[in-house]
């Protein structure tokens, strides 16, 4: 994946070829829908617990994300672009109380959670840090990359470092006791 050819430029791209990309969108569909017809089958046998676990659904969901990547690299190859095709956004006909709303000043885009995991094991042999020092360097790189995004002009709501899931914002107890 090189920047440095003419896809990167800033010049327009009048002459792009867009078979690649279409092949690649008709291969994620067809395994998209093949995921459907697979997933609709094995429910119809399994629970809900065990079918998220069906060998069959594993590999239709590994072989899309295989696509997915697929459809990036022509994007990506054939126009410079970085697209953000596998998120998931709800949309604001979400019930009002939705555990990720946020409050934010007056003026600004509704504020939406960003995360960033870390799965992080304890070396075989002694090492300078223990996992309990884990969480504070997450934290002094949470500071750093909060004042970035202040000095990009966005509005940084809340943000946190946690050990063993993702921080909830805007519900908690201590939340409400720190703003008293």
């Known amino acids: 994946m090189s920047h440095e050819d003419a896809t990167h430029g800033p010049a327009p791209m009048p002459a792009v070829d867009p078979e690649p990309m279409h092949r ?10 093949e995921y459907v ?6 429910r119809s046998e399994f629970g809900a617990a065990e079918a998220d676990e ?18 990036f690299d022509a994007l990506h ?7 953000d095709l596998t998120s998931s956004v709800w949309g604001p006909e979400q019930d009002a109380h939705d555990e990720h709303e946020h ?19 304890a070396p075989p042999q002694p090492a300078d840090m223990t996992l309990e020092g884990v969480i504070e360097l997450l934290d002094e790189a ?9 000095d990009g002009g966005y509005e940084v709501v809340e943000w946190a470092a946690s050990r063993g899931q993702a921080a909830a914002f805007g519900d908690d107890a201590d939340d409400e ?4």
Request: proline share 5%; glycine share 10%; hydrophobic share 50%.
């Open 37 to 42: 017809r697979t997933a609709v089958g094995v």
């Open 54 to 71: 069906d060998p069959r659904i594993l590999a239709l969901e590994n072989r899309i994300g295989q696509l997915n990547a697929t459809l």
């Open 142 to 150: 949470g500071e750093e990359v909060a004042n970035r995004l202040l």
């Open 177 to 180: 006791e720190d703003e008293d």
């Open 24 to 33: 690649a969108v008709d291969a994620l569909a067809a395994a998209l829908h």
């Open 103 to 121: 409050h934010v000043p007056e003026g600004a885009i509704v504020a939406e959670p960003f995360y960033l995991g870390f799965l992080v094991a």
């Open 77 to 83: 190859d054939g126009l410079g672009m970085h697209p």
